[in-house]
């Protein structure tokens, strides 16, 4: 699996495109979130990136986190089902149409500029390289998971 560079505007603009295919009757091909929902939690982990969401992370993560960090942007794809840390879940009712504009808003200013420097506090520092592949990875991830 190739990952890609998400602050390539040709690369952020496939990922946009994808996103636009997604409405509110696609269906999942796995796990337990609706399309709003996922829309909701792929934002997270970018608002995280940006300075606004924050992660508190267990001290066992922060002990074991740095070992597995390279699993956020290598070329293995994500496995279904993997855990999520529960700032991320979603489970309440989300508006498609709401979700969906603010993750494509997230997307259009994403850019090197606006990651933050805030050390993530199960993986350690991460570089705006590795916040882009990451970034990249999870999209890909949840809109493979819904067939786009």
Do not use: C
């Amino acid at each position: 699996m190739e990952i890609k560079d998400l602050f390539d505007p040709q690369v952020r603009q496939e990922m946009l495109d994808r996103i636009n295919r997604l409405t509110p009757q696609t269906k999942r091909l796995w796990g337990k979130m609706d399309v709003a929902q996922m829309l909701a939690h792929v934002q997270r982990p970018i608002n995280f990136a940006y300075g606004h969401h924050s992660i508190k992370g267990s001290p066992l993560l922060k002990i074991i986190g740095p070992l597995f960090k390279t699993v956020l942007y290598n070329e293995k794809p994500y496995k279904q089902g993997l855990p999520t840390d529960p700032t991320y879940i979603v489970k309440e009712e989300k508006n498609f149409e709401t979700e969906k504009q603010q993750l494509l808003d997230l997307l259009h200013h994403f850019s090197p500029e606006n990651i933050g420097d805030k050390k993530h506090p199960v993986f350690g520092k991460m570089t705006r390289e590795q916040w882009s592949r990451a970034t990249w990875k999870h999209l890909d991830h949840h809109l493979k998971q819904f067939g786009v």
